[in-house]
């Protein structure tokens, strides 16, 4: 049977296989569309939770400013009373600001007839009695006013560090549901915000409806939880949705901050996509017969030509031979394409030994002229050849104690400030104040440990031979910052000091190669060299692989 034949019956037989396939893709559509959702629902919940921490920082920075105020200090029933109405003037999120003494009798406030208000008997005054900071309270209906409020208490404190009275306030609860819709909710999603006792602070939609009950008994558990979660729930108005939720172990002032996703809006647009997909499957496995059937020849004889082609000139030791081939050749072409991948990547491991061979015999050198300076130095000022020796065997011990870092290293990580030691011990430089050391506490992985210590001892070289190491006045600065949680990018920094005058060299050595090109392609990042009048600075960007720290240092 002709391969054009194979190909019709092996394309019939595959059309069952195909459509399944199809509908493993919907499904995990779907599934994918199911974790977007749930991140946006624990993201819009973080959101949420993040601006009521704001408002909350707000409100007390405005009573800490109030409670420091000379009229309020000196409790002037009268200048306190002006003081407080031009200050909640201009404040739209307070419902009320009060100045209260030690009994819990309103000395001043913004309007004259809460004055001589008795609220000693509310828990959130109470509790501010026994605290020095901000004190939260929870869902509260002003005496006066009868609207829906959070209360906050904030001790006033004299100069001679006595306690004079509280200032006492209250954020609209109104106001904050109000600010919860200016954020953007999407159709059918939802914002709760509630006290630690479970009563509802903010809501939308149907702030009217909510705010003020409890929490229903089903989502309680929510609310302890020590992490932040995604749950889906029907909500209390009917809705089906994808709840993100942050619990109140998570928040700094106790509130639990639920945002919910509608089930149905979230899903329109994958379940429309599924409908569309399948029709689409239909007509490519329509299309596939009739275009496979007629162009068989040439998207299978001509690429498989090409890759023998291409394999017999590898044979023949044409390594820079590649077969071309595109995603638009099929199977056969997505088989060239790891073919090309191969070469390319034989090729730069090929490149990368001959780099790590120049490196061993650039680095051998080096340890020659150092072990030669070293020996010639030590030489001056000795008393006996005993004295001489030991110097020297000291020397000798320490430039191999820099290999067995790395070699010990294996599978374990490597600490970077031993590293940094180690390779500084080298040039007698390990306990000298000329290097300042700095950064946070950091393991390396071993690939990562051997290419920066290649630079290290390629700068530190550099430095004693012509830097800031070769006279008695320069210093040395490494310094490095702690990976980041999104990208584990992190720098490395070098810098030069009060050593000769440096120039740029007109032409550029292995060892600026190395530290500029060959370390930062090995360690996945870049790096610059600045000659500047005040010495040499070296800085690396990578985002290689570091182990987790425990602690940091200064």
Request: glycine letters at 10%; aromatic letters at 6%.
């Amino acid at each position: 049977m002709r391969i054009i034949h194979r190909i019709g019956a092996v394309l019939v037989a595959g059309l069952l296989p195909v459509i399944g396939v199809e509908a493993y893709n919907s499904f995990e559509l779907h599934q994918a569309r199911r974790q977007e959702v749930q991140q946006g629902a624990l993201r819009q919940a973080s959101l949420a939770s993040s601006e009521l921490e704001r408002i909350v920082e707000g409100v007390r920075g405005v009573m800490t400013a109030v409670s420091q105020a000379p009229s309020v200090q000196s409790m002037n029933t009268e200048a306190c009373g002006q003081f407080i109405k031009g200050v909640i003037g201009h404040l739209e999120y307070l419902a009320m600001l009060r100045v209260v003494d030690n009994e819990g009798k309103v000395r001043c406030a913004s309007s004259p007839a809460e004055l001589g208000l008795d609220i000693g008997d509310r828990p959130y005054y109470k509790n501010s009695l026994t605290h020095d900071g901000l004190v939260v309270g929870e869902y509260l209906v002003g005496r006066l006013s009868h609207q829906a409020t959070l209360p906050f208490a904030l001790p006033i404190i004299a100069s001679d560090g006595t306690r004079k009275g509280t200032v006492v306030s209250s954020l609209s609860l109104e106001w904050l549901s109000k600010q919860l819709l200016l954020r953007g909710l999407p159709q059918g999603g939802s914002i709760t915000v509630a006290d630690r006792t479970g009563t509802i602070l903010a809501r939308q939609p149907l702030p009217e409806k909510f705010v003020g009950t409890r929490i229903p008994a089903a989502f309680t558990r929510q609310m302890n939880e020590k992490e932040p979660g995604v749950i889906e729930v029907t909500s209390q108005d009917g809705t089906q949705r994808v709840l993100g939720y942050i619990p109140i172990p998570r928040s700094a002032e106790g509130f639990y901050v639920s945002a919910g996703l509608s089930t149905e809006q979230s899903f329109k647009s994958v379940t429309s996509a599924s409908y569309r997909q399948a029709w689409i499957t239909a007509i490519a496995v329509l299309g596939s017969v009739i275009g496979t059937l007629g162009l068989a020849s040439l998207f299978i004889f001509k690429p498989l030509r090409q890759l023998s082609q291409t394999v017999r000139k590898w044979q023949e030791g044409d390594m820079t031979a590649r077969t071309g081939l595109t995603e638009r050749h099929g199977e056969t072409g997505e088989l060239g394409q790891e073919f090309d991948r191969t070469m390319d990547q034989l090729a730069k491991r090929d490149e990368t030994i001959n780099a790590l061979i120049r490196e061993l015999g650039h680095r051998a050198k080096n340890q020659l002229a150092l072990v030669m300076a070293f020996m010639t130095q030590l030489a001056k000022n000795r008393e006996s050849v005993a004295d001489y020796k030991a110097a020297v065997m000291d020397r000798l011990m320490a430039l191999a104690d820099s290999q067995d870092l790395l070699v010990k290293s294996g599978g374990e990580v490597v600490d970077l400030e031993d590293l940094i030691h180690t390779q500084l011990r080298v040039f007698d430089l390990g306990k000298t104040d000329r290097i300042q050391i700095d950064g946070p506490k950091q393991s390396l992985l071993p690939d990562t440990a051997r290419s920066l210590g290649m630079a290290l001892h390629e700068l530190a070289t550099n430095a004693t031979k012509y830097g800031a190491l070769s006279n008695r006045d320069g210093r040395v600065k490494i310094s490095w910052t702690a990976p980041t949680k999104a990208s584990n990018s992190w720098e490395f920094m070098w810098e030069e000091t009060g050593g000769p005058a440096v120039k740029e060299p007109v032409v550029s050595g292995f060892g600026r190669t190395l530290v500029e090109r060959i370390v930062p392609a090995q360690m996945n990042g870049s790096a610059t060299v600045s000659y500047q009048a005040k010495g040499l600075r070296w800085v690396l960007n990578c985002s290689a692989d570091v182990a987790e720290a425990e602690d940091t240092m200064g």
